[in-house]
């Protein structure tokens, strides 16, 4: 589909912004972080259609990193798979939208991720299935970086190259930060690119907030060679707003209307 990339996830973070105000809800700079990923993905040139978000034959996105629901969310709401108004209800007793992904929650949830470390697997598990059941269906799983210090990240990251999973894409978050601090200081994250290659992935790094470049690798064609592929994406924990870009008291905090009026005005959006 045509769009203006840049303009959408402009739109998508202030949306983002106001729903995490609105309902109280944190987590809010990791879903800021992973919204040029997000807009890429769904509005780029590939894009999954949203009227065959129950086809079995369907392309497979998961959040594995289930606490940016509030991106996804918002990003598939923009996309047309369910109404805008859900938004509105996001992390209320009782509506459609939990603040993160429950199993069939909204069309284009594939999965329940607020444990870390099982998106990875499960995605390995449908693209395994689709290529059993001859389907050319492509699988992406987006995931964070503190997430990939889970044993069963890496457990999972051996056995897709084992089975030639290329139809398998995995995106990482890497704005390295996680919930108490600096991820490569919590573990030894780096060569963080250099381990997925050694795992037998076909493996580059890339500006998660060059929007265009992120979109012309998501259209890029499954790995020749049958490696399954792992783009790190380097990226800014609350990236968008200068108050909040680089701060991990936004992994917690809620921002007041009044941050939320000076956000829009920094997006452009009020």
């Known amino acids: 589909m045509s769009t203006d990339l840049a303009a959408t996830a402009r739109e998508l973070r202030y949306r983002i912004i106001q729903m995490s105000h609105a309902a109280e809800a944190p987590h809010l700079a990791s879903a800021l972080s992973c919204v040029d990923l997000l807009t890429a993905y769904f509005f780029g040139k590939n894009s999954p259609d949203p009227a065959k978000a129950k086809d079995p034959s369907r392309d497979r996105f998961i959040l594995s990193k289930g606490h940016a629901a509030i991106g996804l969310y918002a990003t598939l709401a923009k996309r047309g798979y369910f109404p805008l108004e859900w938004l509105e209800r996001f992390a209320q007793e009782g509506a459609e939208l939990a603040e993160q992904p429950a199993p069939s929650c909204a069309p284009g949830v594939e999965l329940a991720t607020g444990s870390l470390g099982h998106g990875l697997p499960v995605g390995i598990g449908l693209a395994l299935g689709a290529r059993l059941q001859k389907k050319s269906a492509k699988v992406v799983v987006l995931m964070s970086d503190g997430e990939c210090q889970e044993g069963s ?92 870009e680089n701060d991990n008291n936004w992994h917690y905090r809620i921002p007041t209307a009044e941050e939320v009026a000076k956000a829009g005005k920094e997006l452009g959006q009020a």
């Open 153 to 244: 990240v890496w457990e999972a990251a051996m056995f897709a190259p084992a089975q030639r999973l290329s139809h398998l894409t995995v995106w990482v978050d890497y704005n390295k930060w996680q919930a108490t601090g600096r991820s490569p200081e919590v573990m030894a994250m780096d060569p963080f690119v250099d381990k997925w290659k050694a795992f037998g992935w076909r493996a580059r790094e890339i500006d998660g907030h060059d929007i265009q470049a992120v979109a012309q690798a998501m259209s890029e064609s499954p790995d020749p060679e049958g490696r399954p592929t792992a783009w790190v994406a380097h990226t800014v924990k609350g990236k968008g707003v200068s108050f909040m």
